[in-house]
């Protein structure tokens, strides 16, 4: 596929009336993945949902290829979701947990996920550790080899945060965590098509995700990733008949690959429309997308540094698409629809949700701007110009 971002703009419907930078919400789907989720529910609707199944049957099953080449892991290590926070639970709730584990977590791990762990801690007598950030806003590894003992049955860490645009080094945390043969659970949720990612290099032994973000698919639709030697240690915490089988009337055995954390019901236009969307994403290269998503974003962040009243919050050295911002002069809110008004999708990252990271740091409700490789120098330029005019 050619690297014409006109060519990719005309591919993307939403890029001709809208400037969008809610790329970390969900990033506009480009035409032949939203043509592919309506032809199967016409197909659906012309000959019945099941036999429209068994007739793309291919397409389904490309799901798995597709997010093995895109993650470097086999088919079998991949599990279809509905949306990431549920990829995420189901892998946290098939680990065995035993009074007085730890759990080691990040402060900018995502909400939904610790107060799951909170959840977890009450149910099971767990101990959450939470690891600070640096000075920088990136995990501190220092702290995180500290933080790593013998007691420790999980790491669970985000790669980018929903309210920043660091990366956190998460395949150094990810050697830390292989070297003491700790599980490694790594919610990629927003670093997943915006950044090169392969599980063998980031060290992670469970990983998940959302379609809907900067993968460009469809919502509804997520995955999980399952290392296969670690398969046999986790158990399910409800199965159905597509992630076992009866043995007899007392016994069960479970599917051996990662399909064990699975239903046997899912959105089936939604699974091949996000597997169009990975291929997407493959065939342009994750190389490409990464080095353009983080050059618009250095773009954005220096242009809007020359703003009157705005102060942009990333201080870390790598950083993402994610630009976080607040003014001066208006709310997150006010600002956030004052641009909506005139065609720009923004969004607003609240301190109530992340009371660990924008809490501690003192910072309030901040305005959110996310670019993906479809975005223009053009249009960064109009987004300042509109942030100028208040
Ligand atoms: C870092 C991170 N993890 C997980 C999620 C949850 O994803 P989903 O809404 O698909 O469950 C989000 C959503 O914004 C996120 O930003």
Redesign the pocket.
Known sequence: MPHDIEELRRQTPGTSHLLHFNN??AALNPAAVTTAVLEHLQQEQRVGAYEAAAAANGAIEHFYTAFATHLNCRAEEIAWAE??????NTLLHAITFKPGDRIVTGQSE?A??YLSLLHLAQRCQVHIDVVPNNDTGSLCLEALEKALDGNVRLLAL?????QSGVVHPAAQAGAMARARGILYLL?A??SAGQLALDVETLGCDLL??????YLRGPRGT?FLYARRGALDSLHPAWIDMHAARFLDAQHYALREDARRFENWECFVAGKIGLAVAVDYANALGMQWIEARVRTLATRLRERLREVLNLTVHERGHDLCGIVTFSSGRETADALQQRLLARGINTSVVRVRNNPLDLGAQGLGDLNRASVHYYNTDAEIERFCEALRQY
């Open positions: 970390a919400g949306n990431a926070t549920h990829a995420w995502y939904s996920n985000t790669h980018v945060p929903s919610d949720c927003q998940t995700g959302s379609g809907r973000k997520g």
